[in-house]
């Protein structure tokens, strides 16, 4: 057997040698099927953004910190985050990673998607603003 027993590659092998041992499927089935229970992860779902050198979350270097939290989002989160120097506009405190970065619609039209009608909040602040509204 090859490495610990219930390590994800040995259950993916052994699965594919029970799917192998059924009279109605072929190697070529058996491995269709084991391909669907164990399908394969691009590198993209896994990337990981490297620290930088000695840079430690204590430092309190906040601004290093929230833009490398923002490399996590692409898009028109990652260009709004950049416009709001990694600001959240509702509270003013920096968005780090320890919690999610919600994209606001200042007009509250969620069809329009232009760059002035959208600001980076927390996912907190974002519930307040829309707590606020439905409470007036």
């Known amino acids: 057997m090859d490495g610990p027993r219930f390590s ?15 009279t109605k499927l072929n190697r070529h089935d058996s491995k269709k099927l084991k391909d669907l229970a164990f399908p394969a992860i691009p590198y993209s779902e896994n990337k990981h953004i490297n620290v930088k050198g000695e840079k430690s979350p204590f430092d309190g270097d906040l601004a ?12 028109e989160t ?3 985050l ?3 120097n ?5 509270c003013g405190l920096k968005l780090l990673s320890d919690e ?4 606001h619609h200042v ?3 969620h069809a329009n998607w232009n760059s002035q ?4 909040i927390h996912e907190s602040c974002h519930d307040y603003l829309h707590m606020s509204k439905s409470a007036s």
Do not use: M, P
């Open 64 to 75: 290093y910190w929230s833009e490398r939290n923002s490399k996590l989002y692409d898009g």
């Open 82 to 84: 950049k416009r709001q």
């Open 107 to 109: 007009d509250g039209n």
């Open 117 to 120: 009608n959208l600001i980076a």
């Open 8 to 22: 994800l590659v040995h259950i993916q092998q052994r699965a594919y040698r029970v799917f192998n041992k059924e």
């Open 78 to 80: 990652s260009i709004t």
């Open 100 to 103: 999610r970065v919600h994209l």
């Open 86 to 90: 990694h600001t959240c506009v509702a």
